[in-house]
């Protein structure tokens, strides 16, 4: 592999990611968006690809599918729509990404926990968390944003609760009003920033 894990650092050279496999061949059609891929796998996709590879969870090319592909590119990702096609079903696809020199880090902040779920919801807005931490770790290029829940760090996306603001430049924020259950669990959040290896 491209990425080699270490300490909540993310190291990559010269190679490609792991392969990702977000969606399925839903109405629309199958979308491995980059920005997509970028929010639900923070730390792991290099910040400016070289290239872009999809094939189908069986091994075939895309070319070997025939298939008429909407976006398949480094800045958007890929998109498969049904519509385009002649049986009016994509193939289930995933995709990877090349990345190339120079090498760099992705650096984690420590893991912020500003507010419990009580009243409106869990508030982690970056704002407040740089006024509370002043000369913390919360620099001002942050590029991915993080929340797991505090009692057994289960991955925010992954709970299936509605999310007001899930953003790295403005922080996190669950609010109970959204939730069918009418609560949110109770969040962490941490922040991921790009950084050259040897700094």
Not at 119 to 143: F, I, T
Not at 145 to 166: C, I, R, S
């Amino acid at each position: 592999k491209a990425m080699l894990m270490s300490e909540g650092i993310s190291f990559f050279s010269e190679g490609w990611t792991e392969w990702f496999d977000r969606d399925t061949p839903s109405l629309i059609g199958d979308k491995e968006t980059l920005s997509s891929l970028r929010r639900e796998n923070p730390g792991k996709i290099c910040p400016n690809p070289t290239n872009i590879e999809a094939v189908t969870l069986s091994g075939h090319s895309v070319e070997e599918t025939g298939e008429k592909i909407f976006k398949y590119d480094t800045k958007s990702g890929f998109i498969c729509r049904n519509r385009d096609q002649r049986d009016w079903k994509c193939q289930d696809y995933k995709v990877r990404f090349s990345c190339s020199f120079p090498v760099f880090a992705v650096c984690w902040t420590r893991w912020y926990n500003r507010d419990c779920p009580t009243g409106s919801g869990d508030w982690e807005h970056l704002s407040a968390l740089r006024k509370e931490n002043p000369g913390g770790d919360l620099c001002a290029d942050l590029v991915y944003v993080e929340a797991v829940t505090v009692e057994d760090k289960t991955p925010a996306l992954k709970t299936g609760q509605k999310f007001h603001l899930y953003s790295p430049g403005k922080g996190f924020v669950c609010r109970n009003e959204d939730q069918s259950s009418g609560n949110c669990s109770d969040y962490k959040v941490r922040f991921g920033y790009y950084s050259p290896l040897g700094y």
